[in-house]
């Protein structure tokens, strides 16, 4: 059985992009000539976090 410790043993970065609404960072949303999405991020080095938001024009 691994630790966590076993497992991360230098610079670790996550990003999660919602898909649906959760309690973390919202769903994809349309709206009139735009589709939304939000993504944070997290590094462990410098314990930085930062929310991205997109937004893209819809054809």
Do not use: C, Q
């Not at 059985?1 to 990003?15: E, G, K, L, N, P």
């Not at 993504?39 to 410098?46: H, N, Q």
Request: hydrophobic fraction near 35%; charged fraction near 25%; aromatic fraction near 6%.
């Amino acid at each position: 059985v691994y630790t966590r410790d076993d497992m991360v043993t230098s610079d670790v970065i996550f990003a999660a992009t919602g898909v649906t609404d959760g309690s973390l960072v919202p769903g994809i949303k349309r709206e009139v000539g735009f589709v939304t999405a939000e993504t944070i991020l997290m590094r462990s080095k410098t314990g930085s976090v930062r929310r991205m938001i997109y937004r893209n024009p819809t054809k």
